[in-house]
């Protein structure tokens, strides 16, 4: 996928590669922050998420696709999501610009040019802000599935 220039705003949306490591770091950090902050959720280390990142760019098909959401202007990085639609992270300085709303679009094009049928990702409880977006985009409360998690 080439990169993607978003009509009418200052995003560009394209599939991370290994020189894009350095820009999406900060982002994984503040998403994985965000869970320890809300959920509890262990603190990881840089390696484990450049490790992670790694597989997704390696294997796309079997792993997911990593998007990355740069400004057009000075190319920073802003957002991030995966194809395999778990992770949706927006700086929060960012936030409130529809770049969620952005990749989601990109995301949900990019499934049914693979022939996807739907798009499903999970939040926390806690996430309002994430159930807002949700919402907005017109994704549906699942009824049907009901998430246990075991620490380890």
């Known amino acids: ?5 978003v009509e009418d705003t200052p995003w560009k949306i394209n599939i991370v590669n290994e020189n894009d490591l350095v820009d999406l770091l900060p982002l994984l ?13 262990s603190r990881t280390s840089d390696e ?6 790694r597989a ?3 294997s796309p098909k079997q792993e997911g696709i990593p998007l990355l959401v740069r400004h057009v202007q000075d190319g920073k990085a802003v957002g991030n999501r ?3 639609t778990e992770d949706l992270y927006v700086d929060q300085s960012y936030r409130g ?4 709303d952005l990749l989601i ?3 949900a094009r990019y499934a049914r040019e693979h022939g996807a049928l739907c798009l499903t990702w999970q939040t926390s409880v806690k996430n309002h802000h994430a159930q807002a977006v949700c919402d907005r985009c017109g994704a549906m409360k699942s009824d049907r599935w009901l998430n246990y998690t075991l620490p380890l």
């Open 48 to 53: 484990l998420l450049l490790s992670v990142s």
């Open 29 to 41: 950090q503040g998403y994985c922050e965000f869970y320890y902050q809300t959920e509890e959720i």
């Open 56 to 58: 997704l760019i390696a």
């Open 1 to 5: 996928m080439a990169t993607t220039f």
């Open 105 to 107: 679009g990109e995301c």
């Open 97 to 100: 610009q529809g770049i969620a």
């Open 82 to 84: 995966l194809a395999i």
